[in-house]
């Protein structure tokens, strides 16, 4: 009974919908179920997202901002008008997506590449040549080729990154995609993306860091979300890939793999307030990093993150990697293995994970011990773990226990703090793979 009742309370929670009432007409042609959820709010208690006056996202729309989108001019005509100044536009607002809209779509509708964006005086041949260690040493690039992959970058910025300002909900309809894009949630407040499959968010101008680990590493800059100096930020039933662009496809430069990606959902610079639920990242690298610096500073009370019933399949890191930041890791299946993965869990300078409830589908290639790993923290609360390796049944596991026995120091056990914003009771730990993987992803709800 137990058991029951905690499925069946979760379940309501992840469907309950809270309309504003009355509620405004909206567009010809959604369906009653589009309206609804477009006006959905967060249910109460869920996850940091929920705390103080929660998050409505557009939920207050009035008809003349409620939009139905299928190019990236419509959807930057649908968030206010002016991608430059789109951050600051405060007044609720409602975006549906339906269909494909290309980050990388021109002004006449034509799709643009990544040489299109390039200043004139960049070419990669020419910085691979100029920047051989083997040539230029293990310093960084400087000098005008690098400038021009700078300014190249800027073009790639403003023409890809979509700014997101106050009070917005965007939500897919059934098979939206925003591929080649980022969402910029920075400096905002009251924000819901939902219902979205967010693919290959590229960038064109990789920059190389010799000194990056012990062999350099190139890094891009573009996540497919990021919410920088936010809050009140939910992120739900979306689908996070790389699309048809896979980092395994890219080539290798200077020894390294040249590494067009960055993050699928990364909360930084003092960002605060998220909940991160029923989402499902395929086959990506770096996933969701939340705090940017090991420095001691203005993210010390911030960076509070609830990441819960989301699928985690096929990544290799970062899932989450946590600064400083109350990070609430519950009930997530995740699927992992195969050569280059990780870890799952990065413990960082100050941070604070809880992490309950959460079941591992390992391949027999991954060490239960080595799902964490420790970037400079102390701590962590884990209880309630399960592991699935190979064709063995599934079986509790003490993770922190299994990390303390393989590696040094030791992580202890008390991170401090225990999560109040919960919207229903945790599910029994066996039961999360058939729920999470039956309600995770775009195309889950019922638009």
């Not at 609804?36 to 208690?45: E, F, V």
């Amino acid at each position: 009974m137990r058991t029951r009742t905690a499925a069946a309370a979760l379940l309501a929670a992840a469907l309950t919908i809270t309309v504003p009432a009355p509620a405004p007409a909206a567009p010809a042609g959604l369906s009653r179920a589009a309206e609804l959820l477009g006006r959905q709010t967060l249910p109460a208690n869920d996850g940091w997202a929920a705390e103080g006056a929660g998050t409505t996202g557009g939920a207050a729309a009035t008809p003349d901002r409620v939009r139905v989108v299928r190019t990236r001019a419509e959807l930057i005509a649908a968030l206010g008008g002016d991608n430059a100044t789109n951050a600051v536009d405060a007044t609720p607002k409602i975006v549906y997506v339906a269909g494909t809209v290309d980050g990388f779509e021109g002004p006449d509708g034509t799709t643009l590449d990544c040489a299109d964006l390039a200043d004139p005086e960049y070419s990669l041949p020419a910085y691979l040549a100029a920047y051989d260690p083997a040539v230029w040493g293990r310093v960084d690039p400087s000098g005008p080729l690098e400038a021009a992959r700078v300014r190249s970058v800027a073009a790639q910025t403003r023409q890809t990154q979509i700014n997101v300002g106050s009070n917005t909900t965007i939500i897919g309809l059934r098979g939206a995609r925003l591929t080649g894009l980022t969402l910029m949630i920075d400096r905002v407040s009251n924000v819901i993306v939902r219902n979205l499959e967010l693919a290959d968010a590229r960038d064109c101008f990789p920059a190389w860091s010799p000194t990056d680990g012990d062999a350099g590493n190139w890094n891009s800059q573009y996540d497919q979300i990021s919410v920088r100096r936010s809050e009140h930020v939910w992120v739900d039933h979306n689908t996070f890939t790389d699309g048809d662009n896979p980092d395994r496809g890219q080539p290798v430069h200077f020894g390294r793999p040249y590494q067009v990606h960055d993050g699928s959902l990364d909360v930084t610079h003092t960002a605060s307030l998220v909940t991160a639920s029923w989402n499902r990242f395929v086959g990506r690298d770096k996933l969701m990093l939340i705090g940017s610096s090991n420095t001691v500073g203005p993210d010390v009370g911030r960076l509070k993150v609830t990441v819960r019933h989301n699928l985690f399949d096929g990544d290799l890191q970062r899932l989450p990697r946590v600064r400083f930041g109350q990070v609430d890791v519950h009930e997530n299946h995740y699927r992992l293995g195969g050569p280059d993965f990780a870890y799952a869990l990065g413990v960082g300078v100050q941070s604070a994970i809880h992490a309950e409830n959460n079941f591992f589908t390992l391949a027999d290639d991954v060490d239960p011990a080595d799902l964490l790993y420790d970037w400079g923290g102390t701590a962590l609360s884990e209880r309630g773990s399960w592991v699935r390796q190979g064709e063995r049944r599934p079986r509790p596991v003490d993770l922190r226990a299994a990390y303390n026995a393989e590696h040094d120091p030791d992580l202890g056990g008390d991170a401090g703090w225990t999560p109040t914003l919960r919207a229903a009771p945790p599910l029994p730990t066996p039961l999360v793979p058939l729920v999470v993987g039956a309600w995770s992803g775009a195309g889950r709800l019922p638009l």
